[in-house]
């Protein structure tokens, strides 16, 4: 069974950076869409952006500041956080999914089925 599993959360100062990793195990890296959320405390989870060939998604509060890439020899998805902001606290989820959908719903939670636990990332001085 595909499994996707986040890491490289942690602590950093506002302004600060920071790279997370989503890296695919348990079969081929195959998934059409892989897609970066986060849910902070007390509020929904909501959408940072998403990856699908090279086509990139982003959410309008990540937008300019966050950068997702994606390295098919490793398996794995990256989420580079720069000029980060108290706002961006959360626990970061990555998640996958195969098959096409339609534009409208890339940055839907929704659209996805391959969940990872999330790491979490605090900005706080």
């Known amino acids: 069974q595909v499994q996707v599993e986040e890491s490289g959360g942690g602590l950093v100062q506002p302004g600060g950076s920071l790279r997370l990793s989503c890296t695919s195990s348990?079969?081929?890296?195959?998934?059409?869409?892989m897609g970066w959320f986060r849910q902070a405390p007390g509020k929904e989870r909501e959408p940072v952006g998403a990856?699908?060939?090279?086509?990139?998604y982003y959410s309008n509060s990540v937008k300019g500041r966050f950068t997702i890439s994606r390295d098919n020899a490793r398996n794995t998805v990256y989420l580079q956080m720069d000029s980060l902001k108290p706002d961006d606290t959360g626990v970061y989820y990555c998640?996958?999914?195969?098959?096409?959908?339609?534009?409208?719903?890339?940055?839907?939670?929704?659209?996805?089925?391959?969940w990872g636990q999330g790491t979490q990332v605090t900005v706080s001085s």
């Open positions: 990856v699908s060939g090279r086509n990139t």
């Open positions: 348990g079969g081929t890296f195959s998934f059409d869409y």
């Open positions: 998640a996958a999914r195969g098959g096409r959908i339609v534009l409208s719903a890339v940055l839907s939670p929704s659209s996805y089925y391959c």
